[in-house]
């Protein structure tokens, strides 16, 4: 105690005669120092401390033994079978290998650089905060290094991790590409490491100039690439497989429409018996028109955003459809109305997805015998930069005779597209939901229940989670499928581990958020990449007649939420009718009509499809007074999105209140009336799982240095007495 004492007077004696006092070198009339500029130079301080250490780091391990680094001369090919291959930037000049085991995840980089090669993870595009690992072989005697950094969380800048946790396995060099293998644990549990999941992640890349052998100089190129590295291995190379490609045949995309749908119909294969889909892989095939003709470039980005292919309900009379089969097809709007009963999806593709390969136990009927004859391929074209493209996009359907064990089918969920579907801007997580009711299933699903296999999630560019929840009763289940880091750019499928058991009454509920903080006025639900959407395609057995299941804000309810209750010229009830049909303009007034037809812009018209964004652009509201005489579009961009309290009640409104929900057969029939209810009461799922994870750090620690930069030896007792100053000058 008389020792704490004396440390702790002595303490203040020091301080007192090395630190001024702050109040004697204030005058009167003098203010404190710039706290911002006191800021500016801590952080300047940490970032060339956190250098300096990085430094040390790197020149340490240089000089360690040479059993921790490679000797490429010895250098053989690995015996892995690399599971999966992804080129992360367009030219193929860094291309990723990896394999995974249960806990750990193996790597392999080939790199066009004779300097170092930068690795890294990260939820967002930009390697503040990432996981880093940066692999060289060095020039002077062929060694291969690895090194664990982590991105700074200010600054663009790589500092070693305190615990080295990539393990090297290979590497070596030529005279253009630098290749390095490494391994590390799938969840290091480290703080300075990224866990690796099932969710996407963003795949961070950098090369060094000619010669950066473990120097870390700015990097000469870089990106970044959204990717799931832990996604289950596809194709059966085992079985008889054909292939049928559903295709279209030289449409030219117009240079006048950013956004476009297009629509044909196919004739099933001629196949003797029932046969299998097994799986699907895009076919992006689309050419830049330049001086008139199509040109093909290696780098251009195709316009093609996503397709679905759909079964068409058997129709009799099979005359017409055979002509439809032969034609180019129809601009989405504009199809004839036969074709609204082409609506069960069989696969479904969109930007960044390779495809999917059913799981061995799952085929979807294919063949006339099945009672499907014809198929509908609906594809999206996304054209913002107002390019004019010959496109021959499709999808290259896989099938075999091997029948397997269940008919399978895909089931579509989530928000119904429509300019109903809102998301106000200047918000950082913004929620939307649509259910699928327990009256649906009920009156759609055996009693034994479906299994479901797989989901794809999809929605547009401000989507930043989606997730696919189970309801039993009033209790929910383990999630079905979640994305937490959700990528408009990379959309793959999402096995479902060891499959979901979904009973007759259980419920579904697609709920997605969003990012809106970069946006200044509302976004409208529709089929544009500039609008959103909400949906989750699930691949299930044994097949139902089910093939839709959505929900929506019902429109009274939708407009009362946003304080409007009467429209000049038009009830709520045709409002809602209207909406029913997907804005289509034949169930409004003549007069109206021709208004929307007359002053609908070019913007508009480029869009294509908006599912009821130019009605929401003519309609003029007449109740409450306030707002009288503007249109509902001028009345949503004026709202002040920047209150909190107006935007959460808003949320809270349209995500807990009432729902119409929409039930739709394999024929476009309604297997269970439209309904309009309240928000499903449950008990929300709450996860336990960093409760419950135990991490111990037993990775190799590189050696502790008790020299600071300046060389001086520190002991316990000047530390304690340093310790003791800082809290003194806290105090004061």
Same mark, same amino acid.
């Given at each position: 105690?008389?020792?704490?004492?004396?440390?702790?007077?002595?303490?203040?004696?020091?301080?007192?005669?090395?630190?001024?006092?702050?109040?004697?070198?204030?005058?009167?009339?003098?203010?404190?120092?710039?706290?911002?500029?006191?800021?500016?130079?801590?952080?300047?301080?940490?970032?060339?401390?956190?250098? /300096?250490?990085?430094?040390?780091?790197?020149?340490?391990?240089?000089?360690?033994?040479?059993?921790?680094?490679?000797?490429?001369?010895?250098?053989?090919?690995?015996?892995?079978?690399?599971?999966?291959?992804?080129?992360?930037?367009?030219?193929?000049?860094?291309?990723?290998?990896?394999?995974?085991?249960?806990?750990?995840?193996?790597?392999?980089?080939?790199?066009?650089?004779?300097?170092?090669?930068?690795?890294?993870?990260?939820?967002?595009?930009?390697?503040?905060?990432?996981?880093?690992?940066?692999?060289?072989?060095?020039?002077?005697?062929?060694? /291969?290094?690895?090194?664990?950094?982590?991105? $700074?969380?200010?600054?663009?800048? #790589?500092? /070693?991790?305190?615990?080295?946790?990539?393990?090297?396995?290979?590497?070596?060099?030529?005279?253009?590409?630098?290749?390095?293998?490494?391994?590390?644990?799938?969840?290091?549990?480290?703080?300075?490491?990224?866990?690796?999941?099932?969710?996407?992640?963003?795949?961070?890349?950098?090369?060094?100039?000619?010669?950066?052998?473990?120097?870390?100089?700015?990097?000469?190129?870089?990106?970044?690439?959204?990717?799931?590295?832990?996604?289950?291995? #596809?194709?059966?190379?085992?079985?008889?497989?054909?292939?049928?490609?559903?295709?279209?045949?030289?449409?030219?995309?117009?240079?006048?429409?950013?956004?476009?749908?297009?629509?044909?119909?196919?004739?099933?294969?001629?196949?003797?018996?029932?046969?299998?889909?097994?799986?699907? !892989?895009?076919?992006?095939?689309?050419?830049?028109?330049?001086?008139?003709?199509?040109?093909?470039?290696?780098?251009?980005?195709?316009?093609?955003?996503?397709?679905?292919?759909?079964?068409? #309900?058997?129709?009799?009379?099979?005359?017409?459809?055979?002509?439809?089969?032969?034609?180019?097809?129809?601009?989405?709007?504009?199809?004839?109305?036969?074709?609204?009963?082409?609506?069960?999806?069989? /696969?479904?593709?969109?930007?960044?997805?390779?495809?999917?390969?059913?799981?061995?136990?799952?085929?979807?009927?294919?063949?006339?015998?099945?009672?499907?004859?014809?198929?509908?391929?609906?594809?999206?074209?996304?054209?913002?930069?107002?390019?004019?493209?010959?496109?021959?996009?499709?999808?290259?359907?896989?099938?075999?005779?091997?029948?397997?064990?269940?008919?399978?089918?895909?089931?579509?969920?989530?928000?119904?597209?429509?300019?109903?579907?809102?998301?106000?801007?200047?918000?950082?997580?913004?929620?939307?939901?649509?259910?699928?009711?327990?009256?649906?299933?009920?009156?759609?699903?055996?009693?034994?229940?479906?299994?479901?296999?797989?989901?794809?999630?999809?929605?547009?560019?401000?989507?930043?989670?989606?997730?696919?929840?189970?309801?039993?009763?009033?209790?929910?289940?383990?999630?079905?499928?979640?994305?937490?880091?959700?990528?408009?750019?990379?959309?793959?499928?999402?096995?479902?581990?060891?499959?979901?058991?979904?009973?007759?009454?259980?419920?579904?509920?697609?709920?997605?958020?969003?990012?809106?903080?970069?946006?200044?006025?509302?976004?409208?639900?529709?089929?544009?990449?500039?609008?959103?959407?909400?949906?989750?395609?699930?691949?299930?057995?044994?097949?139902?007649?089910?093939?839709?299941?959505?929900?929506?804000?019902?429109?009274?309810?939708?407009?009362?939420?946003?304080?409007?209750?009467?429209?000049?010229?038009?009830?709520?009830?045709?409002?809602?009718?209207?909406?029913?049909?997907?804005?289509?303009?034949?169930?409004?007034?003549?007069?109206?009509?021709?208004?929307?037809?007359?002053?609908?812009?070019?913007?508009?018209?480029? !869009?294509?499809?908006?599912?009821?964004?130019?009605?929401?652009?003519? =309609?003029?509201?007449?109740?409450?007074?306030?707002?009288?005489?503007?249109?509902?579009?001028?009345?949503?961009?004026?709202?002040?999105?920047?209150?909190? =309290?107006?935007?959460? !009640?808003?949320?809270?409104?349209?995500?807990?209140?009432?729902?119409?929900?929409?039930?739709?057969?394999?024929?476009?029939?309604?297997?269970?009336?439209?309904?309009? !209810?309240?928000?499903?009461?449950?008990?929300?799922?709450?996860?336990?799982?960093?409760?419950?994870?135990?991490?111990?750090?037993?990775?190799?620690?590189?050696?502790?240095?008790?020299?600071?930069?300046?060389?001086? $030896?520190?002991?316990?007792?000047?530390?304690?007495?340093?310790?003791?100053?800082?809290?003194?000058?806290?105090?004061?």
């Amino acid at each position: 105690m008389r020792l704490q004492i004396v440390i702790t007077l002595a303490a203040i004696i020091i301080c007192d005669a090395k630190l001024p006092s702050m109040k004697s070198h204030l005058q009167s009339n003098e203010l404190p120092p710039n706290p911002t500029q006191n800021s500016q130079a801590l952080r300047l301080l940490e970032v060339q401390a956190k250098s /300096a250490k990085t430094s040390r780091i790197v020149n340490e391990y240089k000089a360690r033994h040479r059993r921790d680094t490679f000797d490429s001369k010895t250098y053989n090919e690995y015996s892995l079978i690399w599971a999966y291959s992804e080129r992360l930037d367009e030219n193929g000049d860094v291309v990723l290998r990896w394999v995974k085991s249960d806990s750990s995840i193996t790597f392999r980089v080939e790199a066009r650089t004779r300097g170092y090669v930068g690795i890294g993870f990260n939820s967002a595009r930009n390697m503040r905060g990432a996981d880093l690992v940066v692999a060289w072989v060095d020039d002077r005697n062929n060694h /291969a290094h690895v090194l664990d950094c982590h991105g $700074h969380e200010f600054e663009d800048q #790589a500092v /070693a991790d305190d615990v080295q946790n990539y393990e090297l396995v290979s590497g070596y060099q030529n005279e253009t590409h630098t290749t390095v293998e490494f391994r590390r644990l799938l969840d290091t549990c480290d703080v300075q490491d990224f866990i690796i999941s099932e969710d996407t992640i963003q795949v961070l890349w950098a090369l060094g100039p000619d010669g950066s052998d473990g120097d870390l100089p700015k990097h000469v190129k870089s990106g970044s690439r959204p990717l799931r590295l832990l996604l289950p291995v #596809a194709k059966p190379e085992t079985i008889p497989l054909r292939h049928w490609d559903v295709r279209l045949n030289n449409l030219t995309i117009p240079h006048v429409m950013a956004t476009l749908f297009w629509c044909k119909i196919f004739k099933v294969p001629d196949l003797p018996r029932k046969h299998h889909i097994i799986g699907y !892989q895009p076919l992006i095939d689309s050419r830049p028109i330049r001086d008139g003709v199509p040109k093909f470039e290696k780098n251009s980005l195709s316009p093609v955003h996503h397709m679905v292919l759909y079964e068409c #309900a058997e129709d009799p009379d099979k005359h017409m459809w055979n002509e439809w089969a032969l034609g180019d097809g129809f601009y989405g709007p504009n199809r004839p109305s036969e074709w609204a009963t082409c609506v069960t999806p069989i /696969a479904a593709w969109a930007m960044g997805s390779k495809g999917e390969f059913l799981p061995e136990n799952v085929g979807i009927p294919l063949g006339e015998s099945t009672g499907v004859s014809y198929y509908m391929l609906e594809v999206h074209y996304d054209n913002q930069a107002l390019h004019e493209v010959l496109d021959n996009s499709g999808i290259r359907v896989h099938y075999t005779p091997a029948l397997r064990a269940h008919d399978a089918a895909l089931l579509g969920a989530g928000v119904g597209v429509s300019a109903l579907h809102v998301i106000p801007p200047k918000q950082k997580q913004y929620r939307t939901v649509g259910i699928c009711s327990p009256e649906c299933t009920n009156s759609t699903m055996p009693e034994e229940g479906i299994n479901i296999v797989s989901v794809l999630l999809h929605a547009h560019g401000t989507a930043r989670k989606i997730t696919l929840k189970h309801i039993r009763g009033t209790e929910e289940l383990p999630r079905i499928s979640e994305e937490n880091s959700y990528d408009a750019r990379y959309q793959q499928s999402r096995v479902v581990p060891g499959g979901r058991r979904f009973f007759k009454g259980d419920t579904l509920i697609t709920e997605c958020t969003y990012d809106s903080s970069g946006r200044d006025k509302p976004i409208l639900g529709g089929y544009s990449a500039s609008q959103e959407m909400c949906l989750s395609f699930v691949l299930y057995y044994p097949r139902t007649e089910l093939a839709g299941c959505y929900s929506m804000t019902p429109v009274k309810e939708f407009f009362e939420t946003f304080g409007v209750r009467e429209f000049y010229g038009l009830p709520m009830m045709q409002v809602e009718n209207i909406f029913l049909s997907s804005g289509n303009l034949e169930s409004m007034p003549p007069q109206l009509e021709y208004d929307m037809r007359q002053h609908s812009s070019e913007e508009t018209a480029m !869009q294509g499809d908006d599912q009821g964004v130019g009605l929401m652009k003519e =309609l003029i509201i007449r109740e409450p007074p306030e707002f009288r005489n503007k249109t509902f579009m001028a009345h949503l961009n004026e709202m002040p999105w920047s209150e909190p =309290l107006l935007t959460e !009640q808003i949320e809270k409104t349209l995500y807990k209140g009432m729902h119409m929900t929409f039930c739709k057969k394999r024929d476009d029939n309604w297997a269970a009336p439209i309904q309009i !209810q309240n928000y499903p009461n449950y008990t929300e799922l709450i996860s336990n799982e960093t409760a419950e994870k135990s991490c111990n750090y037993k990775s190799v620690r590189l050696p502790n240095i008790n020299k600071s930069a300046s060389g001086l $030896h520190t002991n316990p007792l000047m530390s304690a007495i340093l310790a003791v100053c800082a809290m003194t000058l806290v105090v004061r």
